[in-house]
């Protein structure tokens, strides 16, 4: 049990409960999801052009699509860093919210 603003937390109650597994399942579902987009985009730019000759074709003038698609990644790696911390920031409200049930003696 831990103590948190003067009050006893179970927090190993807390972690059974059926609320925090859902939140766990949802952030893990996430976490795995963005994780594995992150990593097949990055991937493919060495795969496409070790293996293939797409990426060598002009896009405009003399910038082939290497360039294009590495500055893609760029602006790919911040929206993604953008778009996790505003769902964690989602996940923190309702970790929060699931305390403060327990607190109020709803998990007792």
Not at 63 to 92: C, E, P, Q
């Amino acid at each position: 049990m831990a103590r948190e603003n003067g009050k006893n937390i179970d927090y190993e109650k807390i972690a059974k409960s059926e609320s925090f597994r859902q939140l766990s399942k949802k952030k893990n579902s996430f976490l795995w999801t963005i994780t594995a987009i992150f990593f097949i985009l990055y991937m493919l730019l060495p795969v496409l052009t070790s293996y293939t000759k797409i990426l060598h074709q002009k896009a405009f003038g003399e910038i082939t699509w290497v360039w294009i698609y590495s500055f893609g990644l760029f602006v790919m790696t911040w929206g993604l860093a953008h778009f996790y911390v505003s769902r964690a920031n989602k996940y923190d409200k309702d970790a929060q919210s699931i305390i403060d049930e327990f607190e109020r003696g709803a998990g007792q």
